[in-house]
Protein backbone atom coordinates (compact mmCIF):
# COMPACT_ATOMS: atom_id res chain seq x y z
CA UNK A 1 0.00 0.00 0.00
CA UNK A 2 3.01 2.50 0.62
CA UNK A 3 5.28 1.62 -1.60
CA UNK A 4 6.57 3.99 -3.84
CA UNK A 5 4.32 4.37 -6.82
CA UNK A 6 1.67 2.45 -5.69
CA UNK A 7 -1.83 4.40 -5.54
CA UNK A 8 -3.32 5.27 -2.14
CA UNK A 9 -6.67 6.81 -1.02
CA UNK A 10 -5.20 9.96 0.86
CA UNK A 11 -4.09 13.35 0.53
CA UNK A 12 -0.74 14.66 1.28
CA UNK A 13 -0.51 18.40 2.69
CA UNK A 14 1.78 20.79 0.94
CA UNK A 15 2.52 21.72 4.49
CA UNK A 16 4.18 18.84 4.98
CA UNK A 17 7.25 19.98 2.81
CA UNK A 18 8.13 23.22 4.47
CA UNK A 19 10.86 24.89 2.59
CA UNK A 20 12.18 21.73 1.35
CA UNK A 21 10.88 21.88 -2.18
CA UNK A 22 10.23 25.61 -3.32
CA UNK A 23 8.32 24.81 -6.29
CA UNK A 24 4.41 23.19 -6.75
CA UNK A 25 5.61 21.23 -9.48
CA UNK A 26 8.29 19.35 -7.17
CA UNK A 27 5.85 19.06 -4.52
CA UNK A 28 3.48 17.06 -6.49
CA UNK A 29 6.11 14.89 -8.13
CA UNK A 30 7.25 14.00 -5.19
CA UNK A 31 4.04 13.03 -3.68
CA UNK A 32 3.30 10.88 -6.56
CA UNK A 33 6.44 9.20 -5.88
CA UNK A 34 4.89 8.20 -2.58
CA UNK A 35 1.79 7.42 -4.12
CA UNK A 36 -0.73 10.16 -3.56
CA UNK A 37 -2.82 11.28 -6.23
CA UNK A 38 -4.46 14.32 -4.49
CA UNK A 39 -2.80 16.71 -2.98
CA UNK A 40 -3.92 19.96 -0.25
CA UNK A 41 -2.41 22.89 -1.05
CA UNK A 42 -1.72 23.92 2.91
CA UNK A 43 0.11 26.52 5.20
CA UNK A 44 3.40 26.98 4.79
CA UNK A 45 6.65 29.44 6.23
CA UNK A 46 6.98 30.71 2.79
CA UNK A 47 4.31 29.31 0.27
CA UNK A 48 6.16 27.55 -2.48
CA UNK A 49 5.70 29.26 -6.40
CA UNK A 50 3.23 28.09 -7.83
CA UNK A 51 5.25 27.69 -11.25
CA UNK A 52 4.88 24.86 -13.47
CA UNK A 53 1.94 23.78 -11.58
CA UNK A 54 -0.62 23.06 -14.96
CA UNK A 55 2.26 20.70 -16.20
CA UNK A 56 2.43 18.99 -13.31
CA UNK A 57 -1.11 18.33 -12.61
CA UNK A 58 -1.55 17.17 -16.17
CA UNK A 59 1.66 15.22 -16.36
CA UNK A 60 0.53 12.86 -12.96
CA UNK A 61 -3.00 13.41 -13.10
CA UNK A 62 -2.99 14.85 -9.64
CA UNK A 63 -6.01 16.69 -8.05
CA UNK A 64 -6.28 19.18 -5.46
CA UNK A 65 -8.60 18.00 -3.36
CA UNK A 66 -8.62 21.05 -0.65
CA UNK A 67 -6.90 24.35 -0.18
CA UNK A 68 -6.54 26.33 3.16
CA UNK A 69 -6.96 30.18 3.51
CA UNK A 70 -4.16 31.74 3.64
CA UNK A 71 -1.76 29.29 1.93
CA UNK A 72 -0.74 32.05 -0.70
CA UNK A 73 0.86 34.13 2.28
CA UNK A 74 3.62 33.80 4.48
CA UNK A 75 2.63 31.96 7.39
CA UNK A 76 2.60 34.12 10.91
CA UNK A 77 0.53 34.88 13.41
CA UNK A 78 -1.61 37.62 11.90
CA UNK A 79 -2.76 36.30 8.59
CA UNK A 80 -5.32 38.00 7.30
CA UNK A 81 -7.64 35.03 5.89
CA UNK A 82 -7.58 34.14 9.65
CA UNK A 83 -9.48 37.57 10.93
CA UNK A 84 -13.06 36.83 9.45
CA UNK A 85 -14.50 37.83 12.62
CA UNK A 86 -12.79 40.67 13.73
CA UNK A 87 -13.88 43.48 15.36
CA UNK A 88 -12.22 46.09 13.26
CA UNK A 89 -14.63 46.77 9.39
CA UNK A 90 -11.18 47.57 7.99
CA UNK A 91 -9.48 44.07 9.39
CA UNK A 92 -12.95 42.20 8.05
CA UNK A 93 -12.68 43.58 4.61
CA UNK A 94 -9.41 42.58 4.75
CA UNK A 95 -9.79 38.96 5.42
CA UNK A 96 -12.62 38.58 2.60
CA UNK A 97 -10.84 39.86 0.09
CA UNK A 98 -8.03 37.38 0.96
CA UNK A 99 -10.04 34.60 1.52
CA UNK A 100 -11.87 35.48 -2.11
CA UNK A 101 -8.52 35.90 -3.76
CA UNK A 102 -7.55 32.06 -2.39
CA UNK A 103 -11.36 30.83 -3.85
CA UNK A 104 -10.78 32.35 -7.04
CA UNK A 105 -7.12 30.57 -7.07
CA UNK A 106 -9.09 27.59 -6.07
CA UNK A 107 -11.31 27.49 -8.72
CA UNK A 108 -9.03 28.36 -10.96
CA UNK A 109 -7.10 24.92 -10.20
CA UNK A 110 -10.54 22.77 -10.06
CA UNK A 111 -9.95 22.52 -6.34
CA UNK A 112 -13.32 21.92 -4.62
CA UNK A 113 -13.07 23.22 -0.91
CA UNK A 114 -11.35 25.76 0.80
CA UNK A 115 -10.79 25.34 4.37
CA UNK A 116 -11.23 28.14 6.80
CA UNK A 117 -9.24 28.30 10.33
CA UNK A 118 -10.57 30.33 13.19
CA UNK A 119 -8.98 33.21 14.83
CA UNK A 120 -8.34 34.20 18.27
CA UNK A 121 -10.66 36.42 20.50
CA UNK A 122 -9.26 39.85 19.96
CA UNK A 123 -9.42 40.71 23.85
CA UNK A 124 -5.78 41.39 25.25
CA UNK A 125 -6.93 40.51 28.67
CA UNK A 126 -7.99 37.70 27.54
CA UNK A 127 -5.41 36.60 25.05
CA UNK A 128 -2.72 37.18 28.10
CA UNK A 129 -4.42 35.24 30.35
CA UNK A 130 -4.48 32.34 27.56
CA UNK A 131 -0.96 32.29 27.49
CA UNK A 132 -0.16 32.72 31.25
CA UNK A 133 -2.87 29.27 31.74
CA UNK A 134 -0.46 27.64 29.02
CA UNK A 135 2.66 28.50 30.44
CA UNK A 136 1.96 26.83 33.98
CA UNK A 137 -0.17 23.64 32.41
CA UNK A 138 3.54 23.15 30.75
CA UNK A 139 5.46 24.04 33.74
CA UNK A 140 3.19 22.11 36.39
CA UNK A 141 1.11 19.89 34.13
CA UNK A 142 -2.83 19.74 34.78
CA UNK A 143 -4.91 18.82 37.53
CA UNK A 144 -8.55 18.66 38.53
CA UNK A 145 -8.25 22.53 39.71
CA UNK A 146 -6.41 24.15 36.95
CA UNK A 147 -8.42 22.20 34.50
CA UNK A 148 -11.64 23.56 36.22
CA UNK A 149 -10.15 27.28 36.06
CA UNK A 150 -9.11 26.29 32.15
CA UNK A 151 -12.93 25.50 31.35
CA UNK A 152 -14.04 28.78 33.20
CA UNK A 153 -11.59 30.67 30.77
CA UNK A 154 -12.85 29.03 28.25
CA UNK A 155 -16.45 30.07 28.48
CA UNK A 156 -15.95 33.70 29.34
CA UNK A 157 -13.71 33.44 25.91
CA UNK A 158 -16.69 32.35 24.41
CA UNK A 159 -18.97 34.95 25.73
CA UNK A 160 -16.72 37.81 25.47
CA UNK A 161 -15.84 36.70 21.87
CA UNK A 162 -19.93 36.50 20.70
CA UNK A 163 -19.61 39.45 18.84
CA UNK A 164 -16.54 38.00 17.05
CA UNK A 165 -18.18 34.73 16.02
CA UNK A 166 -20.99 36.82 14.78
CA UNK A 167 -18.68 38.56 12.56
CA UNK A 168 -16.83 35.41 11.03
CA UNK A 169 -20.86 34.01 10.58
CA UNK A 170 -21.71 36.90 8.12
CA UNK A 171 -18.17 37.40 6.78
CA UNK A 172 -18.65 33.36 5.45
CA UNK A 173 -22.46 34.07 4.75
CA UNK A 174 -21.27 36.18 2.59
CA UNK A 175 -18.21 34.57 0.69
CA UNK A 176 -20.89 31.21 0.54
CA UNK A 177 -23.12 33.67 -1.48
CA UNK A 178 -20.92 34.65 -3.68
CA UNK A 179 -19.41 32.02 -4.82
CA UNK A 180 -22.17 29.04 -4.57
CA UNK A 181 -20.25 26.17 -6.59
CA UNK A 182 -17.31 26.13 -3.67
CA UNK A 183 -17.94 24.34 -0.36
CA UNK A 184 -16.38 26.20 2.55
CA UNK A 185 -15.40 24.17 6.02
CA UNK A 186 -14.53 25.52 9.12
CA UNK A 187 -11.28 24.18 12.00
CA UNK A 188 -11.08 24.65 15.50
CA UNK A 189 -7.67 26.36 16.20
CA UNK A 190 -5.45 24.39 19.13
CA UNK A 191 -5.10 27.52 21.37
CA UNK A 192 -6.95 28.48 24.64
CA UNK A 193 -7.83 31.54 23.09
CA UNK A 194 -9.25 30.46 19.89
CA UNK A 195 -12.80 31.52 18.72
CA UNK A 196 -14.04 27.93 17.94
CA UNK A 197 -14.50 25.98 21.19
CA UNK A 198 -17.18 23.19 21.11
CA UNK A 199 -19.85 25.66 21.84
CA UNK A 200 -19.18 28.50 19.36
CA UNK A 201 -18.37 26.01 16.79
CA UNK A 202 -21.78 24.33 17.09
CA UNK A 203 -23.66 27.85 16.84
CA UNK A 204 -21.66 28.67 13.24
CA UNK A 205 -22.74 24.88 12.11
CA UNK A 206 -26.08 24.89 13.22
CA UNK A 207 -26.45 28.61 11.59
CA UNK A 208 -24.84 27.86 8.56
CA UNK A 209 -24.74 24.16 8.09
CA UNK A 210 -27.66 24.45 6.33
CA UNK A 211 -26.52 26.49 4.14
CA UNK A 212 -23.51 24.35 3.38
CA UNK A 213 -21.02 25.44 5.51
CA UNK A 214 -19.11 21.87 6.48
CA UNK A 215 -16.61 21.16 9.72
CA UNK A 216 -12.65 20.23 9.18
CA UNK A 217 -11.31 18.28 11.89
CA UNK A 218 -8.42 18.55 13.01
CA UNK A 219 -6.63 15.71 14.79
CA UNK A 220 -3.54 17.50 16.51
CA UNK A 221 -5.70 20.75 17.27
CA UNK A 222 -8.54 18.85 19.20
CA UNK A 223 -6.23 16.54 21.12
CA UNK A 224 -4.04 19.55 22.43
CA UNK A 225 -6.94 21.20 23.73
CA UNK A 226 -8.17 18.16 25.47
CA UNK A 227 -5.39 17.80 27.29
CA UNK A 228 -5.48 21.20 28.92
CA UNK A 229 -8.92 20.49 30.01
CA UNK A 230 -11.28 21.07 27.33
CA UNK A 231 -13.72 18.56 25.56
CA UNK A 232 -12.27 15.12 24.67
CA UNK A 233 -12.16 14.34 21.16
CA UNK A 234 -15.10 12.14 20.64
CA UNK A 235 -17.39 14.82 21.98
CA UNK A 236 -16.02 16.76 19.04
CA UNK A 237 -16.39 14.14 16.62
CA UNK A 238 -20.37 12.87 18.28
CA UNK A 239 -21.27 16.44 17.63
CA UNK A 240 -19.81 17.29 14.16
CA UNK A 241 -18.69 14.04 12.61
CA UNK A 242 -21.91 13.91 10.73
CA UNK A 243 -21.03 16.96 9.21
CA UNK A 244 -17.61 16.38 8.32
CA UNK A 245 -16.04 17.16 4.95
CA UNK A 246 -12.62 16.51 5.62
CA UNK A 247 -9.94 16.19 8.61
CA UNK A 248 -6.70 16.83 9.47
CA UNK A 249 -4.46 13.08 10.06
CA UNK A 250 -1.58 14.00 12.87
CA UNK A 251 -0.46 12.49 15.72
CA UNK A 252 -0.16 14.56 18.90
CA UNK A 253 1.38 14.03 22.41
CA UNK A 254 3.47 17.21 23.89
CA UNK A 255 3.42 18.81 20.32
CA UNK A 256 1.11 18.06 17.48
CA UNK A 257 2.10 17.66 13.92
CA UNK A 258 3.59 14.08 14.84
CA UNK A 259 4.43 10.98 12.49
CA UNK A 260 1.04 9.04 13.45
CA UNK A 261 1.48 6.28 15.85
CA UNK A 262 4.37 8.29 17.85
CA UNK A 263 2.00 10.37 19.83
CA UNK A 264 -1.48 9.83 21.94
CA UNK A 265 -4.46 9.93 19.84
CA UNK A 266 -7.12 7.40 19.88
CA UNK A 267 -7.26 6.61 15.56
CA UNK A 268 -9.63 3.42 16.08
CA UNK A 269 -11.92 6.52 17.77
CA UNK A 270 -11.20 8.56 15.18
CA UNK A 271 -11.91 6.32 11.68
CA UNK A 272 -15.44 5.17 13.64
CA UNK A 273 -16.35 8.84 12.72
CA UNK A 274 -15.09 9.84 9.85
CA UNK A 275 -17.91 9.25 6.70
CA UNK A 276 -16.71 7.62 4.03
CA UNK A 277 -16.99 10.77 1.47
CA UNK A 278 -14.54 12.87 4.21
CA UNK A 279 -11.48 14.06 2.29
CA UNK A 280 -8.37 12.16 4.53
CA UNK A 281 -5.16 14.82 4.77
CA UNK A 282 -1.81 13.91 6.49
CA UNK A 283 -0.56 16.73 7.96
CA UNK A 284 3.23 16.55 9.73
CA UNK A 285 5.66 19.26 10.45
CA UNK A 286 7.93 19.59 7.66
CA UNK A 287 10.64 18.21 9.68
CA UNK A 288 9.63 14.89 9.47
CA UNK A 289 10.25 13.62 6.22
CA UNK A 290 9.33 10.78 3.13
CA UNK A 291 9.66 7.63 5.78
CA UNK A 292 7.43 9.07 8.55
CA UNK A 293 4.55 10.13 5.87
CA UNK A 294 4.97 6.27 4.18
CA UNK A 295 4.68 5.05 7.83
CA UNK A 296 2.01 7.44 8.97
CA UNK A 297 0.02 6.17 6.14
CA UNK A 298 0.45 2.56 6.53
CA UNK A 299 -0.32 2.64 10.00
CA UNK A 300 -3.54 4.70 8.74
CA UNK A 301 -4.60 1.69 6.47
CA UNK A 302 -4.11 -0.67 9.70
CA UNK A 303 -6.28 1.47 11.39
CA UNK A 304 -9.15 0.52 8.93
CA UNK A 305 -9.10 4.02 7.62
Known amino acids: MTSPGIPNDFVLSTACFGTRLAKIEDQIFAAVAMGFRRIELGLSEVPPSMEGLDDSVRETSVAISSLVAGCRDARNGSMAAHRLGSLSEDERERAISS ?106 LDDLGTRGLGYWHDVGHVHMRSKCGLPEPGQWLEQFGSKMLGIHLQDAAEESEMPLGLGEVDFKLVASYVPRTASRVLELNPRHGRAEILASIQFLVDKGF
Open 99 to 204: VRRHVRLAQNWQCPVVVVRGSKVEDNQLRAEADALEARILKDGLNEAMALEVRDFVQRVQRGGQTQVEHLCRSLHLLMQEFPETSFAIEPGSELDDLLGLDAMGWM
